[in-house]
């Protein structure tokens, strides 16, 4: 999702507040002055807490962690940047921005105060993600493993001397942090493989394909949706007749999200007796590790689809 272009002051004054230094208040994950063993704590950010979440776990408490965009109330499209996100950026060792149009003021906070020594993994550029693509990048398990790969290398060329510490932080993140996260996907995909369903906008799209579902939703409306644009006539009459005819089974809504014609398509869904299963774009509620949240809303799936096929 592109979010809206910000006001040119505003834009002006979280570039300046880049020069300062300092550390950001949105959300961090607290360490002391030194981590295990005495090693360094690297101050890292990350545009949202999708991210920054996967990045405290990776660094553990070798590092700071601070994500720009947190608040489960936030609207992603409409983000605007504060001075202090701009002092956070500055001052951040290692910093994950998405990209792929999705956050392009953390592209411009970066530009505006370079520095040669800063590790900056980009999504888009890390997933092979080309710009006009699907932002939603922690959506997908298979970019998650990418991104996180992306962020121990970085981390191990920040602070070379806990390279094995980092690399047992990227081991126990598969095996142990992820495990029920991954357990559920394969979970859903053995039993509900196939099944048609619909979504409010692209967030969901890596997601079902990893799922093996149906997402029969017309691509253009999603896209649409996500980008802040009127969807055609058409895609709506084509989704008014799947929902009116049940031609899926459950409806995936992103809640972060709503226009009217999507809050038109969920309650169409109910009064259908269509399962509606919510997501969100930030991590929810507000606090949440990445793998507690994904695999919460993961578990409502499978619930909702179980509901709805009998299985």
Request: charged share 15%; glycine share 8%.
């Amino acid at each position: 999702m592109s979010p809206r272009f910000l006001p040119a002051a505003l834009v002006g004054a979280v570039l300046a507040a880049t020069a300062l230094a300092g550390c950001g208040t949105s959300s961090s994950t607290s360490s002391s002055s030194t981590g295990s063993a005495g090693a360094q704590v690297i101050p890292v950010a990350a545009s949202t807490d999708a991210w920054g979440s996967i990045l405290s776990s990776l660094g553990g408490s070798h590092v700071k962690a601070t994500s720009i965009i947190s608040n489960p109330d936030t609207d992603p499209h409409a983000y605007e940047p504060t001075p202090a996100d701009g002092r956070t950026i500055a001052g951040a060792k290692l910093f994950v921005e998405n990209g792929i149009g999705y956050d392009s003021w953390a592209a411009k906070s970066l530009s505006a105060n370079p520095n040669p020594d800063r590790q900056v993994v980009e999504v888009g550029s890390v997933t092979g993600t080309p710009d006009d693509g699907n932002p939603h990048q922690w959506y997908s398990p298979a970019s998650v493993d990418k991104v996180a790969d992306a962020i121990t290398a970085a981390l191990k060329k920040l602070d070379p001397s806990s390279a094995s510490y980092f690399d047992a932080q990227r081991a126990d993140f598969d095996s142990k942090t992820l495990a029920d996260y991954h357990a559920t996907i394969n979970e859903i995909k053995a039993k509900y493989a196939g099944t048609p369903v619909g979504a409010s906008e692209s967030i969901f799209a890596p997601m079902a394909t990893a799922l093996g579902l149906n997402l029969v939703t017309p691509p253009s409306f999603l896209k649409a949706i996500s980008e802040g644009t009127d969807p055609s006539a058409a895609d709506l009459a084509t989704i008014n007749a799947q929902i009116k005819d049940k031609q899926i089974k459950v409806y995936v809504f992103n809640s972060q999200n709503s226009t009217p014609d999507v809050s038109a398509q969920v309650d169409a869904a109910k009064a259908a007796g269509i399962p509606v299963s919510a997501v969100t774009e930030t991590l929810s509620p507000k606090g949440a590790s990445f793998q507690d949240w994904q695999t919460t809303q993961l578990k409502s799936l499978e619930a909702a689809l179980g509901q709805a096929t009998g299985k």
